[in-house]
């Protein structure tokens, strides 16, 4: 049984930082990709970034772009989401996802970490 565990989350105010962090109880290099997701109050869930196996390819939801940096670490078995110049719109449950090397979809979720971004 995978697991995957975020944490990192917290209140903060508009323009500062924050680092998610996911572990996993497996070595995450069997995972052909890997991502963040987020859903916000009142929301449908939503892609916010995504990193292969090798790490040497990502991908980010445009309101993120430039403030949000996926990464991972194979050894320590460790995604990261580094989110700086943090906005109110940015306030949602961030989840971790894993998508194994045969499956379509990202069938591995987290619990989930809330983020809340406020004055």
């Known amino acids: 049984q995978v697991q995957l565990v975020e944490s990192g989350g917290n209140l903060v105010q508009p323009g500062g930082s924050l680092r998610l962090s996911c572990a996993a109880s497996?070595?995450?290099?069997?995972?052909?990709?890997m991502a963040w997701y987020r859903r916000a109050p009142g929301k449908e869930r939503e892609f916010v970034a995504s990193i292969n196996q090798s790490g040497g390819s990502t991908a980010y939801v445009n309101s993120v772009k430039g403030r949000f940096t996926i990464s991972r670490d194979n050894a320590g078995n460790t995604v990261y989401l580094q989110m700086n110049s943090l906005k109110p719109e940015d306030t949602a449950v961030y989840f971790c996802?894993?998508?194994?090397?045969?499956?379509?979809?990202?069938?591995?979720w987290g619990q989930g970490t809330q983020v809340t971004v406020s004055s």
């Open positions: 497996i070595n995450i290099f069997s995972f052909k990709s």
């Open positions: 996802a894993a998508r194994s090397v045969y499956a379509t979809n990202y069938g591995h």
